[in-house]
């Protein structure tokens, strides 16, 4: 069932390049995520219907659907949904990067087939449980946090009005009565130390480091005659929905829509996500998935321009797919852009007092492709790299694969010798090789047409201040020439490859598996075909297509390989 | 003049949680618990770096002299400045084999070299592919775990100093960030450094309980809180387990052991602190994790970027590693000091605005300039390392010897200099060709003459390691690598 991601890909850049094909193309490649998840066997777990807690068999949704349904595993929530997650629960703010293990960036921070459960995170879990739980109780906090006002330190009324309505929004479900019962019983820390808020304060910790608040756990409803696709409930779905959209926790309102039973259809799923889409929270998440996909989330400048650079592509996607809702191609078109006067006079643009929106004019600038963002990302350690930038529009945003370089090649021996210009030198070693020419055409020229611009998106017209070799900013994708961020945009846009890759890029960010199968396949291209393969499409559009899906309210078991 | 301490065991086992009453311990009272039953430690460090500069055919770590009293060069400094050379013995022309893929013979690496000769080094056996560069073996400090853990608090410590990768757009460490892995029926499974001091000292000092009565009163309660806590968060997830599938079961399952040994730990009062076991200072906040670096950028390298105090981290880590020894709270350890192609920025640790990976490039100047920068950041390892070796060697066991006579030491290093065969240079860094381990220590007769220098030409990095296993008495050998360095014991 599961395909290698390998495969596919090549055989779509492949097919008539001839473009090596060495060991790489083996499984190990994606067999190195196989760490922690241990061969599971689908006989295994079918005795006993241990995946269900409700029991009773439901419908199962139409076989097309079915076919869309992906695996889902416990997914643990990211340092960064942490830190989301109790800023939203609490008021409060913890840097949850500083003591959880870190998350894997691949490029999504949250594929779940990464993650094994360590000492390290379960003492950094404890610890973090516990500053939450210092500072939610701190005056300015406590009511908010408890709810009620105590009667007496052991006023349990008030304790069960709390584990109640925290309890509900900590685990993203319902208390059930054996919940209340055995988290109601620590009012005995009250009675012990005379403080109510001791008592508070542990169940804060408790359901901190409870499995169903630092993962995500679906469970589902067994399909009747289906054994391994299992239906969501409501509260699972509202999971579902706040991770995607707002990358934190649902609030009270989702969590009432789905008590209400407006969860289990897809129009009231559209209608929250429609709702959610209003939230601030969305444009950061929506920002977020743009930053780790296409790799400027941290930028290797210093502070302040790689602060500047984000903010400016932070800006084009608000404006783009919030503030105006123009298609999100007008994120690759904008002839505008958000800078202060640094990144201003880093890019040669006019440097406004404030900063703010500045026409690009005639500087061949245009669209996030001309962001010192996107040019700094995969760049060699001290300049651009022709191939890297070529592997990131056809890897990132085409959504192909290019297989390694033979075992042996030096991929370090990039640099060329004094007197030889880098383009020369690209040529002569990788486009004039012939083991090497196969692979290297797919990448090195899309590269040259962005030449121009520097590893920090400055331009240039000359080679790292070598008056001797001047840059030619000619590039070719797939037989088109190109030169620069905003022809390179053009054809990107023509390819036909863009719209699905964004939604297969969309899609692993929001199942957090980087490995798709063919019901993955499945999905995406049915939401493609709703938005158009071709064409503009709208991002909003796309985020409630993706979740309004049918199949998104179902889930797979992992099976085996 | 060496200050030596009184090691001691600390824990008593609190059989109802928190039943806390203290006897004096009589163990402490002299004599009764002296010779046999002290217990062996086991460390290893890593250092993502190699150990000289391109075009050079020698380094400033491998001492001209053989055997005792060796001569101490640059990187090595430290080891004379910590007065520590006749306890620690240095083992050179060490090489890790290589090959193409699916040719890599036993104990070697992929061709390819960032990050490809860690697997073989920590694990002894050999790495898969050029893409992936996770240890295919249970490492040293979990194998010396599972056989001198006993029941100490933690059976091993997994700690980093280097706080981030520092590199790249969205570069994150993945295996360039671990050096620890187990085996678990087969399934080889990476172990998340804690690379937090505040969490490490947490976690260490969980069951101390201070002297002044308040203060007992009040740590005691917090601990009660802590369990009460745990305790039904243990229910909570045994009752989930019934409800998932397979994969997911066997993620909780994890989730739970761990869960388990925290319960474990929360139960384990400690008695109060007498002699060299003694609660340290708390380090208090973590120092923030600092920002990349564009290479090239000295300004951003003088103005501290790439860099999260990693000064500090290793000081506050090495103090708790060695504490941790000293109460017998662990026996086994390991401390990432750096990753993998380490991108940390030198110029705080020692004045040279580059990242320890660009020294070896040419980062602040090639010839003796580049040799010598190089050498400062083996050094600036070696420092910290030695400086756990200078502790363990001043802490007084229950017998009289010191700490260190009991323990087994090692520190490693990613790379050597020499042939490359990914670019077919002959002398470069991107090597594992002349590469060096330094051992410490004395138990088991390791070291029995005083730190050598031992040339074992073509030797495996881990044979060293299998040395301390065996001179912590644990009888195993690396992965695909076997032998040990005899001389070492002679």
């Known amino acids: 069932m599961r395909r290698a991601l390998l495969s596919l890909s090549l055989a779509t850049i492949g097919g008539s390049s001839g473009c090596y094909v060495g060991t790489d193309a083996d499984p190990s490649l994606s067999g190195t995520d196989s760490n922690g998840v241990g061969p599971d066997s689908d006989g295994a777990d079918s005795s006993g219907g241990t995946d269900s807690d409700t029991g009773e068999p439901t419908e199962p949704p139409p076989p097309e659907v079915l076919e869309r349904v992906g695996d889902a595993g416990l997914r643990r929530l990211t340092a960064v949904e942490y830190s989301a997650t109790v800023r939203d629960l609490l008021g409060v703010e913890v840097d949850a990067a500083l003591l959880l293990p870190e998350d894997w960036r691949q490029p999504f921070d949250n594929d ?4 094994n459960a360590s000492g390290a995170l379960i003492d950094g879990a404890e610890l973090l449980a516990s500053d939450v739980a210092e500072l939610a109780l701190e005056p300015g906090l406590r009511d908010a946090t408890v709810g009620c006002t105590p009667a007496g330190p052991t006023d349990a009324a008030c304790f069960q009005d709390f584990l109640t309505q925290f309890g509900r929004r900590a685990l993203r479900r319902p208390m059930s009565d054996d919940d209340l019962a055995r988290y109601g019983a620590l009012i005995s820390e009250a009675e012990e130390t005379g403080d109510f808020y001791d008592a508070v304060n542990v169940a804060i910790r408790a359901l901190l480091q409870h499995p169903e608040f630092l993962y995500r756990v679906e469970v589902g409803t067994p399909l009747d005659g289906v054994p391994d696709v299992f239906a969501l409930n409501d509260y699972e779905v509202a999971t579902r929905l706040s991770y995607l959209i707002w990358g934190s926790t649902p609030n009270d309102a989702l969590l009432d829509r789905a008590e209400a ?18 939230d601030e929270r969305a444009r950061i998440r929506i920002g977020r998935f743009h930053a780790l996909w296409l790799g400027y989330e941290t930028l290797p400048h210093g502070p302040d321009l790689s602060t500047a650079m984000q903010a400016e592509t932070q800006a084009l996607i608000d404006r783009v797919i919030f503030d105006d809702a123009l298609p999100w191609q007008d994120l690759l078109r904008s002839d505008a852009t958000y800078v202060d006067a640094t990144l201003a006079e880093h890019y040669g643009l006019p440097a406004p007092t404030q900063p ?11 669209g996030l492709l001309s962001h010192g963002s996107f040019l700094s990302s995969m760049s060699k350690i001290d300049d651009s790299s022709p191939t890297k930038r070529g592997i990131l529009v056809r890897t990132r945003m085409m959504c192909q694969v290019i297989p390694p370089p033979p075992p042996t090649v030096d991929v370090d021996m990039t640099e060329p010798e004094e007197g030889t210009c880098k383009e020369d030198f690209y040529k002569q070693q990788h486009l004039n090789a012939p083991g090497c020419v196969s692979c290297h055409a797919l990448m090195d020229p899309i590269g040259f047409g962005l030449e121009n611009y520097d590893h920090t ?22 037989g088109r020439a190109f030169s620069g961020p905003s022809e390179l945009s053009e054809l990107l846009i023509d390819s036909g490859a863009l719209n699905r890759c964004v939604a297969e890029q969309l899609y692993r960010f929001a199942m957090g598996r980087s490995e798709l199968a063919t019901v993955d396949d499945s999905f995406i291209d049915f939401v493609v075909e709703q938005n158009g393969a071709e064409g503009d499409f709208d991002f909003s559009a796309l985020m409630l297509s993706f979740a309004s899906e049918e199949a998104f309210r179902y889930r797979r078991n992992e099976t085996a390989e | 003049m060496p200050r030596f301490r009184l090691s001691r065991r600390s824990l008593l086992r609190g059989t109802a949680g928190f039943a806390m009453a203290l006897p004096a311990l009589e163990i402490m009272s002299g004599t009764a618990h002296a010779g046999a039953d002290i217990p062996k430690r086991y460390f290893v460090g890593f250092a993502g770096t190699s150990t000289s500069f391109p075009t050079f055919d020698y380094d400033l770590l491998k001492p001209d002299a053989l055997g005792a009293g060796y001569d101490i060069k640059r990187a090595l400094q430290p080891i004379a400045d910590l007065g520590i050379r006749d306890e620690v013995s240095v083992v050179t022309d060490l090489e890790i084999p290589w090959g193409e893929e699916g040719s890599i013979p036993a104990g070697g690496r992929h061709i390819g070299w960032h990050a490809h000769s860690t697997a073989p080094l920590i694990s002894g056996v050999r790495s898969i592919s050029g893409s992936n560069e996770s240890a295919n073996g249970a490492t040293s400090e979990v194998i010396a775990a599972e056989r001198l853990g006993g029941d100490t608090l933690h059976p091993f410590l997994n700690y980093r100093v280097q706080a981030a990768y520092y590199r790249g757009s969205n570069g994150d460490g993945g295996d360039r960030g671990r050096i620890t892995y187990r085996d678990e029926g087969g399934s080889i499974i990476p172990v998340d450094p804690i690379q937090s001091p505040r969490l490490a000292y947490e976690s260490l000092f969980t069951g101390f309980v201070p002297p002044d009565p308040a203060d007992a009163a009040a740590a005691l309660s917090a601990l009660r809180r802590r369990r009460s806590a745990v305790d039904l968060v243990l229910e909570d997830a045994q009752s989930l387990m019934t409800r998932l599938g397979t994969a997911d079961k066997e993620r909780m399952e994890r989730h739970l052991d761990e869960l388990r040994d925290l319960e474990r730990r929360l139960d384990e009062v400690s008695a109060p602190t007498e002699g060299a076991c003694e609660l340290l200072p708390d380090p208090g906040e973590d120092p923030p994790i600092g920002g990349s670096v564009e290479n090239g950028d000295t300004g951003g390298y003088e103005s501290g970027g790439a860099y999260s105090d990693e000064e500090a981290r290793a000081t506050v880590l090495t103090d708790l590693m060695a504490m941790a020894f000293t109460c017998d709270l662990s026996r086994s350890g390991s401390m990432m000091y750096t990753m993998a192609q380490c991108f940390l920025n030198a110029n705080p640790l020692f004045g040279a605005a580059s990242d320890i990976h660009e020294l070896g490039h040419y980062g602040v ?21 030695g400086r756990l070796v200078e502790k363990l060697r001043d802490t007084q066991e229950l017998d009289g010897s010191s700490l260190l006579d009991h323990t087994a030491m090692v520190m490693l290093f990613e790379g050597g200099w020499g042939f490359d065969p990914e670019s077919g240079d002959a002398l470069s860094v991107h090597s594992s060709e002349n590469m060096a381990v330094l051992i410490a220590g004395r138990a088991g007769g390791l070291n029995a003459i005083g730190g050598q220098h031992i040339s074992r030409p073509g030797g495996h990095p881990a044979q060293v390691v299998n040395s301390a296993l065996q001179a912590v008495g644990i009888d195993h050998e690396m992965g695909e690598v076997s032998g040990t360095v005899d001389e070492l014991f002679g």
């Open chain 1, 112 to 115: 779940y087939t990464t993650q």
């Open chain 1, 261 to 278: 039973g407006g969860l289990s259809n897809p129009e009231g799923i559209r209608e929250a996500a429609e709702d959610m889409l209003l």
């Open chain 1, 356 to 366: 703010g929106w500045v026409d690009y004019g005639e500087t061949g600038r245009r």
């Open chain 1, 457 to 478: 998106g400055a331009f240039r017209e000359v080679e790292n201040d070598d008056e001797s070799c001047v840059i030619s900013g000619e590039g070719e994708l797939d």
């Open chain 2, 365 to 385: 100047g090639g010839g003796e300039v580049g040799l010598n920068a190089v050498s400062d950041g083996v050094a600036w390892h070696v420092k910290h390392w």
